[in-house]
């Protein structure tokens, strides 16, 4: 599956890093739909778009959904249901996320993504995948599943806060429960692999090399310093000033703390 978010994160040649939102009217339907077609034309499949969350509408003349379905109509793309992102820009909207569900042409989801985030005010949640899904999340999950008649793969998404392997599996069991019921399937994650890829990270961040971590000793050391290479880099662009004060030895101490910065 090929996929991008229904998003821009680039105008006048400059690069903005972020996902922002795409004013929700029929020029941009238009536009958009012309971009997506030029792609799958060229690649020669249909690629899936993925609902973003967004914190305010920028000069919308139509509803999100309105918007979201004449693009995937005009252009004839899949869907990339990201299910947590209804659930954040309905609370940040004010809107029904059952009936938004039920606008979508769920005939056209390819994919499904699962996430956390996290609520910063009484008015407002950012999406952050750095949490655990909360229930009213995996219940606009279950009934999402309801309503599709074909089954889709769904993915548990977490970017930073990597809980213990345990944590993440019951996550994904809870979700894996809910598709066996409505005939979805589950990205499993393969759990060596998993514990492989914590134990190199746990090295790279800590110097702490866990004898079942299964590399080359000598070729693992150059992971970690490129880790501390970037971070060091990183730290030496946003403060110079600091960084001349502090001489090279106390520096180089500090930025290689990586344990204290994870």
Same mark, same amino acid.
């Given at each position: 599956?090929?996929?991008?978010?229904?998003?821009?994160?680039?105008?006048?040649?400059?690069?903005?890093?972020?996902?922002?939102?795409?004013?929700?009217?029929?020029?941009?339907v238009q536009h958009v739909s012309e971009k997506i077609a030029r792609v799958q034309d060229y690649l020669q499949i249909e690629i899936a778009m993925e609902i973003v969350s967004y914190y305010t509408p920028i000069a919308a003349e139509m509803s999100e959904a309105e918007f979201i379905t004449d693009i995937?109509?005009?252009?004839?793309?899949?869907?990339?249901?990201?299910?947590?992102?209804?659930?954040?820009?309905?609370?940040?909207?004010?809107?029904?996320?059952?009936?938004?569900?039920?606008?979508?042409?769920?005939?056209?989801?390819?994919?499904?993504? #699962?996430?956390?985030?996290?609520?910063?005010?009484?008015?407002?949640?950012?999406?952050?995948?750095?949490?655990?899904?909360?229930?009213?999340?995996?219940?606009?999950?279950?009934?999402?599943?309801?309503? #599709?008649?074909?089954?889709?793969?769904?993915?548990?998404?977490?970017?930073?806060?990597?809980?213990?392997?345990?944590?993440?599996?019951?996550?994904?069991?809870?979700?894996?429960?809910?598709?066996k019921k409505n005939g979805l399937t589950i990205m499993q994650p393969i759990n060596k692999v998993f514990e492989q890829q914590q134990l190199l990270a746990v090295y790279c961040?800590?110097?702490?090399?866990?004898?079942?971590?299964?590399?080359?000793?000598?070729r693992l050391q150059n992971y970690r310093e490129l880790v501390f290479g970037n971070i060091e880099e990183s730290l030496s662009t946003a403060f110079p000033l600091t960084k001349q004060l502090l001489g090279a030895t106390i520096w180089n101490s500090q930025a290689s703390n990586q344990e204290a910065i994870s």
């Amino acid at each position: 599956i090929y996929s991008e978010h229904l998003s821009f994160s680039k105008c006048d040649n400059a690069h903005l890093y972020d996902l922002l939102p795409i004013p929700f009217c029929k020029e941009a339907v238009q536009h958009v739909s012309e971009k997506i077609a030029r792609v799958q034309d060229y690649l020669q499949i249909e690629i899936a778009m993925e609902i973003v969350s967004y914190y305010t509408p920028i000069a919308a003349e139509m509803s999100e959904a309105e918007f979201i379905t004449d693009i995937v109509t005009q252009s004839g793309c899949k869907l990339l249901l990201d299910v947590n992102n209804v659930f954040v820009n309905s609370f940040n909207h004010r809107y029904d996320a059952n009936k938004f569900i039920d606008w979508l042409p769920l005939d056209k989801v390819a994919y499904i993504h #699962m996430a956390g985030h996290e609520k910063i005010a009484e008015d407002l949640i950012i999406d952050t995948h750095g949490q655990p899904i909360i229930d009213p999340v995996y219940n606009l999950f279950e009934y999402t599943v309801q309503k #599709m008649s074909d089954p889709v793969p769904v993915l548990l998404e977490r970017d930073f806060n990597i809980p213990d392997l345990k944590e993440l599996q019951a996550e994904l069991d809870r979700l894996d429960k809910i598709c066996k019921k409505n005939g979805l399937t589950i990205m499993q994650p393969i759990n060596k692999v998993f514990e492989q890829q914590q134990l190199l990270a746990v090295y790279c961040r800590t110097g702490r090399l866990d004898p079942t971590l299964n590399g080359d000793p000598n070729r693992l050391q150059n992971y970690r310093e490129l880790v501390f290479g970037n971070i060091e880099e990183s730290l030496s662009t946003a403060f110079p000033l600091t960084k001349q004060l502090l001489g090279a030895t106390i520096w180089n101490s500090q930025a290689s703390n990586q344990e204290a910065i994870s």
